[in-house]
């Protein structure tokens, strides 16, 4: 018997982009799913969607304003399904995405599969980036763990649209968290790898990620600086309880990349990610730099960073001359 696949539509304002998203849902090559679209209290008359879409067999619902993360719990308490595919509403999947993802997935009896994705703003066939993973990645199994713990050592993350989760996962890692409004879907799927014993990647591009002028994504406000920085600490503590150094380098670099996007405009801010990047005694992708990583370790990230950043212009003068 084939399994069914729920695939969970969260949107706010997303009107222009929906349709879009939807159908990128309704067309998938694998026809076992349930599509629930959740408008978390829009204002642009999203609801007037609502009677095409039931007319195709989607479940529609509208909420009370929340958020995000609130509204995928939602729908996550009306899913039926034996697997799971978050997809914001701006978003897009490959037709054969869930069908292809499955497969592997019931091949290797994995938990999860995840995909490489493309990035685009208008149409995906004028997209601005591709994230591709190597080929020796093609159905590889590791755990939840090991995948979190080359995220921090290799320096690289999976977007959301890219992953299919089985439900149990999704049930042991329990509810998104409604109080993180960035990197809220880091901190949740840091749970759903956390319990996952058998990840494999499907080396496809299967999603297509849109980039909006209003990423939530981008820390451009002491509100989502501080709601990322509390999603890290979230993480790190879930992760300390395993008492594996290699992986604490997950929640470091985590540190290190606020610390990189804001040190400009938000200069304290900075300062506070760089000193718990400090903290964390665990290895770095930052080591395989060898220079700048001597400097980390003698004066910590943010003198280190400076004083290299200062002296790199003299070092290119003496290599000339």
Aim: aromatic share 14%; proline share 2%; net charge positive.
């Amino acid at each position: 018997m084939q399994p069914l696949v729920s695939i969970i539509i969260p949107t706010y304002n997303s009107k222009k982009y929906l349709k879009e998203t939807v159908n990128s849902a309704l067309n998938q090559t694998y026809k076992l799913i349930e599509i629930i679209v959740i408008d978390d209290g829009s204002t642009d008359g999203t609801e007037t969607m609502f009677t095409n879409f039931e007319k195709q067999g989607i479940a529609c619902y509208r909420v009370k304003n929340g958020g995000a993360s609130s509204a995928r719990n939602y729908g996550l308490s009306k899913a039926n399904g034996d697997y799971i595919q978050f997809l914001d509403a701006d978003d897009i999947l490959h037709e054969s995405k869930i069908e292809k993802q499955l497969q592997l997935m019931q091949l290797h009896d994995a938990d999860i599969c995840y995909s490489p994705w493309i990035d685009f703003k208008v149409s995906i066939n004028d997209y601005q980036d591709e994230f591709k993973f190597s080929r020796l990645d093609h159905g590889t199994m590791r755990t939840g763990k090991e995948l979190m713990s080359s995220f921090g050592m290799d320096n690289w993350f999976i977007n959301t649209l890219s992953w299919l989760v089985k439900r149990d996962i999704v049930d042991k890692a329990g509810l998104w968290d409604v109080d993180i409004i960035n990197n809220n879907d880091g901190e949740y799927f840091s749970r759903v790898l956390f319990y996952a014993i058998r990840v494999v990647c499907c080396n496809e591009h299967l999603a297509y990620y849109r980039r909006t002028p209003n990423s939530l994504g981008k820390l451009n406000s002491v509100l989502k600086i501080e709601a990322s920085f509390n999603s890290y600490q979230k993480i790190e503590t879930l992760l300390c309880s395993c008492n594996d150094v290699k992986l604490m380098s997950y929640p470091k670099r985590m540190y290190y990349m606020q610390y990189k996007r804001i040190k400009k405009n938000y200069p304290n801010l900075a300062k506070r990610a760089a000193k718990n990047f400090d903290r964390i005694k665990a290895p770095s992708f930052l080591s395989k730099k060898k220079y700048y990583w001597i400097f980390i370790n003698r004066f910590g990230l943010y003198n280190g960073t400076k004083l290299y950043t200062f002296l790199q212009p003299i070092w290119g003068l003496l290599k000339r001359n």
